[in-house]
């Protein structure tokens, strides 16, 4: 948890706030006691890779780093049970020993899984769901201290509607997770020229069991990054404390990438070479490694990042709009779009629900100013009934959350009995279920 001077910020530095008070509970009386008693609005953050201001108070910050680590496994149902703050860095080289992976993860493993769940973090793949959509129950501590265990068939309302509810409900204790067997993959880079994606994207996404690119929006090629399951050998895994240092660990590709970022606002003019430079340097070289060891990378350079859900059969349409509106109005960026797809699911706020989807992300560095580039997407999204993700900016109201998200007036009337003085609710929350 990022604390300077009293004050919490987010990974990006765009959310900082001062609590009145910041509380590191060691077990369930002590945290059950911290959120009763403490000044709201409480807040309980994962790492804070949101860049929405979900957790920002003048309240309670609640720090759970004590809640972590592997609780149980259950081989015959291939469910394991996490402390809510367990990063997911750890999780691959817990479970690897027994077995298992976990089916599908997105960028980075630095997030926690509470945080994951929280905001329906994805990766990508046709067939694959969101962190939330793997959930098979969790516990949950109310506003009024009491704890309850949701799964299907224990107080399933609430497990339909807590997977994805950012700590608006109450503060997850321990998530169970579906797993599966342990697998490789093997991964391919490669470039396409843009128009000959458009005709093999639909292949490509059906054909592979993880398929994404990236557009740099001036250039007219994409970076695409295909992963599917293998038997070929694969190097031994390694420790969770190498895991923990990979996802920090700076290359020179990242440095001179950040350097262009930091020059780029004033030169636009090399816009056009550095996004040609940008594409032929990413492709990396194709490699087998264990799922959890290939799936995330290291993102060491500081952006902001908007990423909407769309339907699924919009996606290409949606993105040659966006990149077409980038040069028509010369919008200065840095930073490729990133296209992946996740699989349909039935938890009510998650972006995904009921919807086969294609996400399309963007992203500003982070001293630049998002507004030109944010707010000519978000319009487009809105245009393509695009569901934003929760943790990344987005200025979408209550009242669009109405028509967007079928169950919403059910959370809302689950949300109001469960917290009903509103002790979770935040100003950026009380826009979205009250403003
Ligand atoms: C570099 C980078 C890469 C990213 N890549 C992806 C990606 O590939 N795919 C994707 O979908 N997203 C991605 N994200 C977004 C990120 O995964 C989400 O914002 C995620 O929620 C962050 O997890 P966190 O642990 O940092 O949680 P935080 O951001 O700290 O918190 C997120 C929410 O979860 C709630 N929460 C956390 N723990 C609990 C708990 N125990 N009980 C109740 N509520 C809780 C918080 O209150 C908050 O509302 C990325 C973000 C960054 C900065």
């Known amino acids: 948890m990022k604390i300077v001077g009293g ?5 990006s530095g765009g959310v900082v706030c001062k609590p009145k008070a910041f509380v590191a509970p060691k077990d369930e009386v002590e945290l059950a006691a911290a959120v009763r008693t403490g000044a709201g609005p409480v807040r309980v953050p994962g790492t804070g890779h949101s860049f929405t201001p979900l957790n920002a108070t003048d309240g309670t910050i609640v ?5 972590d680590g592997l609780k149980g496994f259950d081989p015959h149902t291939q469910v394991a049970t996490f402390g809510a703050a367990t990063h997911l860095w750890e999780i691959g080289p817990l479970l690897h020993p027994l077995g298992v992976g976990l089916k599908n993860m997105g960028d980075i493993d630095r997030q926690t899984i509470g945080g994951v769940v929280g905001t329906g973090t994805h990766g990508t793949g046709p067939t694959l769901g969101s962190f939330s959509d793997a959930v098979a129950g969790f516990r949950l501590l109310l506003a009024n201290g009491e704890i309850l265990h949701c799964s299907p068939e224990e107080n399933p309302e609430i ?5 994805c509810s950012f700590g608006s409900l109450g503060v997850m204790i321990e998530i169970a997770v579906k797993v599966r067997d342990a697998y490789k993959l093997s991964e391919k880079n490669f470039l396409m020229p843009i128009d000959e994606l458009w005709e093999k994207l639909d292949d490509l996404v059906a054909s592979n069991r993880h398929f994404e690119f990236f557009w740099f929006p001036y250039a007219d090629v ?3 990054k295909s992963l599917n399951e293998t038997d070929a050998p694969a190097p031994e895994p390694r420790s969770a404390e190498y895991m923990r ?3 920090e ?3 020179a590709d990242a440095n001179l990438f950040e350097w262009i970022n930091e020059i780029l606002p004033y ?7 550095a996004h040609r430079l940008f594409s032929g340097g990413m492709s990396a070289g194709d490699r087998v490694r264990w799922s959890h060891e290939i799936l995330p990378s290291a993102r060491t350079t500081r952006f902001n990042e908007m990423e909407y859900a769309v339907p699924y059969e919009k996606g290409p349409e949606t993105i040659r709009r966006i990149v077409s509106e980038i040069r028509r109005r010369k919008i200065n960026t840095g930073f490729p779009i990133e296209y992946r797809t996740v699989a349909a699911d039935d938890v009510w706020l998650s972006p995904f629900y009921q919807r086969k989807t294609a996400t399309i992300a963007v992203h500003q560095y982070h001293r630049v100013n998002t507004g030109p580039l944010f707010d000519m997407c ?23 959350f109405a028509e967007i998200y079928p169950k919403f007036g059910e959370f809302r009337a689950l949300r109001a009995k469960l917290d009903p003085e509103g002790k979770f609710l935040n100003s950026h929350l009380r826009t979205i279920f009250e403003g």
């Open 7 to 11: 004050k919490w910020s987010n990974w």
């Open 159 to 163: 497990y339909a509607a807590g997977r």
């Open 267 to 273: 030169a636009p003019f090399f816009l056009r070479r």
């Open 63 to 67: 720090d759970l780093a004590a809640f």
């Open 222 to 224: 994409a970076i695409c």
């Open 249 to 251: 660990k700076r290359g």
């Open 245 to 247: 240092a990979r996802g």
């Open 378 to 400: 978000e319009s487009i999204f809105r245009s393509v009934e695009g569901r934003p993700h929760w943790g990344k900016r987005h200025t979408r109201t209550r009242a669009e």
